[in-house]
């Protein structure tokens, strides 16, 4: 007696080929494991290594012990400068952006005012890479010329001296040196992207893994397959990051020693430009008047460089009025579309029905707030373009913005790290289907 298969004739290949494919692809899972790592590394990717900080100036210490320079330096740079710095990318990514927008138009002023720079050269003038120093009294200098033979404070080593005797003074802003003489001491752009601790191919590799993890969860949602709360969080996160790699790509990152420019010990620094503001002016508090400006990036107005051993963290240059807001508009957009991506897990199964009201209240809170702040770009820069005084209804609407913009600060905050904990709470119950890997055989017929 012969069996069925004989009767049947043999199964084609293609057949066999087909039914194995899916039998794997249903076999296959995702363990836990491999989800929180891809989601960790990516999120790492977003918060650390896509932030080009600015110079953070550190006045060189003689006859330091080891622990000092390899254990206790170290610490100290970490604590009070690169952990605020990320807790800042981690919490108010969109602020992230908003710096780097900021940057990158005020790069580009500066670039078209100096001959042959490019905006490599601009982000350089802006992160704080001249420093000014004054020469020790007794060592030889000679003053750099200017055109059409004006004097000129700066001054070039003409002789030897000890370079641990230079005296650091402050960081140097756009104003405060002649076009004429940045010509003469700006390094060329290869020598600044040399200075950089990244080069294209690294940038290109983050921004591969983050367009990756798109994909994939792109994948999972074109085959309704859920995704986790992590990965909805991870992929904000990824979507904001392609934003600030691109207003950043000609940054240099980490650079740490700044271009030492001289002046004679006994020649005064005055600060070109405008004068700082002082907090409190305008509103009757100044924390309250911190908050508005530091949301809109105003805060470089009240800053007096010449009073600082270091560039501060955040500071893009007294960008003009109008192109501030300007710069502001868009990222305030994007941080309302970082928000909704949030809510990619409203139907989400959560483990309580707490965490479903607490994510869904976070997830409207991180819609609104950057909405309000993107409302009073929109009508800033309406009252900037216009002579005409704006009419009543509008300056209420200014008020009011800010007015909840003050108020919904911490709101923010608070949603941003209530989202952070459900994404890992979550993970102690996930649905079956959260496991599934994705069938790129579905997607790709040729894979």
């Known amino acids: 007696m012969q ?12 057949i066999e080929l087909r039914d194995v494919a899916s039998c794997d692809n249903q076999n296959s899972q995702r363990t836990l494991a491999g989800i929180v790592w891809s989601c960790i590394s990516t999120i790492f990717l977003c918060t650390w290594v896509a932030v080009h900080p600015n110079v953070h100036f550190k006045p060189e210490k003689q006859n330091q012990s080891r622990i000092e320079k390899w254990l206790w330096d170290p610490l100290h740079e970490f604590v009070t400068y690169k952990l605020p710095l990320f807790l800042w990318a981690l919490l108010v990514p969109e602020y992230i952006l908003a710096w780097a927008v900021r940057q990158y138009v005020q790069a580009a002023v500066i670039s078209k005012r100096v001959p042959g720079w490019t905006r490599t050269h601009g982000h350089f003038m802006i992160m704080g890479g001249f420093h000014l120093f004054r020469l020790p009294a007794k060592a030889p200098s ?15 080593p003409s002789g030897r001296h000890s370079r641990c005797d230079e005296v650091p003074v402050c960081p140097l802003k756009f104003e405060d040196v002649p076009v004429d003489i940045l010509e003469i001491i700006a390094p060329t752009e290869t020598e600044l992207k040399d200075r950089g601790k990244s080069d294209v191919l690294t940038k290109l590799i983050v921004l591969v893994q983050t367009l990756w993890f798109v994909a994939q969860c792109t994948a999972r949602r074109t085959q309704r397959l859920p995704l986790t709360e992590i990965e909805v969080v991870t992929l904000a996160y990824a979507t904001l990051n392609l934003f600030v790699y691109v207003f950043w790509w000609d940054k240099p990152r980490d650079v740490e020693c700044p271009i ?16 700082a503001e002082e907090w409190g002016q305008n509103l009757p508090f100044p924390w309250m008047e911190k908050i ?22 955040f500071w893009s240059g007294r960008v003009n009025s109008n192109l501030l807001f300007v710069a502001g508009l868009g990222p305030s957009v994007l941080g309302t579309a ?7 897990a409203w139907g989400s199964e959560f483990p309580s029905h707490l965490e479903l009201i607490l994510w869904r209240v976070s997830c409207v809170a991180m819609i609104a ?3 309000i702040v993107a409302i009073l770009c929109a009508v800033k820069v309406l009252d900037e373009q216009t002579v005409e005084v704006l009419p009543v209804w509008l300056s209420v609407v200014v008020i009011t913005c800010a007015g909840l913009t003050l108020l ?6 608070a949603s941003r790290i209530a989202t952070l904990l459900i994404a890992f709470t979550a993970l102690r119950s996930l649905p079956p289907l959260a496991l599934t890997t994705v069938n790129w055989t579905t997607l790709l017929p040729h894979v």
């Not at 069996?3 to 293609?14: D, L, V, Y």
């Open 3 to 14: 069996s069925a298969k004989s009767e049947a004739g043999p199964i084609p290949a293609s």
């Open 142 to 156: 000679a003053p750099i010329p200017r055109e059409f033979s004006k004097s000129s404070d700066f001054v070039a």
């Open 260 to 275: 030492r420019v001289y002046k004679m010990s006994t020649t005064t620094h005055e600060e070109s430009g405008e004068k």
């Open 292 to 313: 508005i400006a530091y949301t809109v990036g105003l805060q470089d107005n009240s800053v007096t460089l010449s009073k600082n051993c270091s560039i501060p963290m």
């Open 338 to 344: 970082f928000g909704a991506i949030h809510c990619l």
């Open 369 to 371: 707030v950057p909405f």
């Open 408 to 413: 919904s600060a911490w709101l923010y905050i």
